[in-house]
């Protein structure tokens, strides 16, 4: 359980921490699409050396990387293995392409989010879709339930290993029979249900008594700004992703 | 000798950012029927040593001994009530250790009854209970499984004077039949009122270790407060008449 960490960030001060989150989540998407884009094994693993690139200067241990994301890795694992069954001709490059899209994809959203803090997230969010507003979208309440959202995730996972460490002290078993271990778990979830739907009562209460919401558009502590690596990362992310379409279209 | 803490350090997070060394070079010896009270600051380790107590965590060096079980009732206990009635819950403990149905709820019944709460509330939601009586339940799912060590993390927060007044009745009534009660707490008056021995923590070392009756004289007025605790209400006065 502890081993969750997908939404925690990690405060190692790497280039990648200081970049602007609007641009960063950019990069994600533009990078999630060129792995759509790259059918071959070349093109394929020109993402992969690239999202390996990421991670060495994001001064993020791999390990991190790796952890906030283990469990997913047997999901990529089992589709490719289907993709590779189903597919009668070139069933390995099909395999091949789920799996690394996958993991990458994975990947890139778990490095966001370890360089990202929750609040650069909805901040980045709201700026990235603030062209919507022209549409009557409420980007605002958008971005705020996505960074309550990422606020929380460590919060519950605090709550549900302390709840976790009561009910093994009273014998609870999680690696018995599948009986035990059903009743062992719904020994943690309603708890945890409980006490998630406390803190949001809370939250609503004490930001309804702030007036949250009500007044007229919200300012920021910090805002963001463009400075001289945003402009260095874009380029160098341009130059990436124009790689890919010329492996694409030369290579095919 | 029931508890036997050898030279035990723990370090959170080994490797990481996030390492952070919580309990360095703990002795401690416990004896069977013993009372014991760890105080410190928030942050100071009190609960990462509790939890050394019944396996929950390893020591990072050093060693732990313990003999027979030690029951663990956490901070805010009334959050691991999770069964639809009070009876069920408490009867949990018990039947993880392998009672029979009839004996869990035996158990549970004589373990609900020590703690105060009457056979009306057996079949009650435990979600509709007041926090002075949810925490009561809590403390009874651990009672159920008549534990030989007690162990307590700040048992009294957030209860009204009479709540905790009863609980410390039931921990001093549970001392002397001979279970050991070991809690963590940083009001000094309680440590003083209803414990023999004190440990006292700060960052993570035991500055005191010995009996409660010593440890408010004057002269180790400095080592408390730098341990950032007070102490307690009737040595503070007779230190100020002097």
């Not at chain 1, 590779?84 to 069933?91: F, I, P, V, Y």
């Not at chain 1, 996958?102 to 360089?115: D, E, I, K, N, P």
């Not at chain 1, 009743?183 to 998630?196: D, H, N, T």
């Not at chain 1, 609503?204 to 260095?232: F, K, N, Q």
Request: charged share 20%.
């Amino acid at each position: 359980m502890r081993d969750v960490t997908f939404g925690r960030y990690y405060p190692s001060k790497g280039p990648l921490h200081e970049l602007n989150a609007a641009l960063k989540l950019l990069f994600l998407v533009l990078y999630i699409i060129s792995l759509f884009i790259s059918v071959s094994y070349t093109g394929l693993c020109v993402c992969i050396i690239f999202i390996f690139l990421c991670i060495i200067v994001s001064r993020v241990p791999f390990k991190s990387v790796l952890r906030s994301f283990r469990s997913m890795i047997i999901l990529a694992f089992v589709s490719s293995v289907i993709v590779c069954l189903t597919h009668a001709d070139n069933g390995a490059l099909a395999a091949f392409t789920v799996f690394v899209r996958l993991t990458c994809a994975l990947c890139v959203s778990a490095l966001l989010t370890l360089t990202t803090t929750p609040s650069e997230v909805a901040d980045g969010i709201q700026s990235s879709l603030s062209f919507l507003r022209v549409f009557h979208i409420p980007v605002q309440d958008i971005a705020l339930s996505v960074s309550i959202t990422l606020h929380f995730i460590p919060v519950l996972q605090e709550e549900a290993e302390k709840i976790y460490n009561a009910q093994k002290s009273r014998g609870a078993d999680f690696s018995g029979n599948l009986a035990k271990k059903a009743s062992s778990v719904v020994s943690i979830l309603v708890p945890l249900f409980a006490s998630a739907f406390r803190r949001a009562g809370e939250l609503a209460d004490s930001m309804e008594s702030r007036c949250y919401g009500s007044g007229p558009e919200r300012t920021r502590l910090h805002s963001a700004g463009i400075h001289e690596a945003d402009v260095l990362a874009s380029l160098l992310f341009a130059s990436y992703f124009l790689f890919t379409i010329s492996v694409r279209l030369l290579l095919w | 000798m029931v508890i036997r803490f050898d030279n035990v350090s723990h370090i959170y997070g080994p490797g990481t950012l996030f390492e952070k060394k919580a309990l360095s070079g703990i002795n401690l010896c416990v004896e069977k029927g013993d009372s014991l009270c760890i105080c410190g600051k928030t942050g100071s380790g009190k609960t990462t040593l509790i939890k050394h107590i019944n396996g929950l965590l390893k020591p990072s060096s050093g060693e732990v001994k313990t003999e027979g079980f030690a029951g663990l009732v956490f901070q805010f206990p009334e959050d691991q009530l999770f069964a639809p009635t009070v009876i069920e819950d408490v009867m949990f403990g018990p039947l993880n250790m392998g009672k029979s149905r009839g004996e869990a709820r035996a158990a549970a019944e004589e373990a609900l009854a020590r703690a105060g709460m009457e056979s009306q509330f057996y079949d009650r939601n435990p979600f509709t209970l007041s926090g002075g009586q949810k925490r009561l339940a809590a403390l009874a799912g651990v009672l159920a499984m008549k534990p030989q060590i007690l162990v307590l993390d700040e048992p009294t927060a957030g209860l009204d004077f009479r709540s905790s007044a009863s609980l410390l009745k039931l921990l001093h009534h549970l001392n002397s039949e001979g279970v050991t009660v070991i809690a963590v707490t940083h009001e000094m008056n309680l440590a003083r009122d209803y414990f023999s021995k004190l440990l006292i923590l700060d960052s993570g070392h035991a500055v005191w270790n010995g009996n409660t009756a010593d440890a408010f004289c004057a002269g180790n007025r400095e080592l408390i407060e730098h341990a950032g605790l007070e102490m307690p209400q009737d040595n503070e006065i007779e230190f100020l008449l002097r």
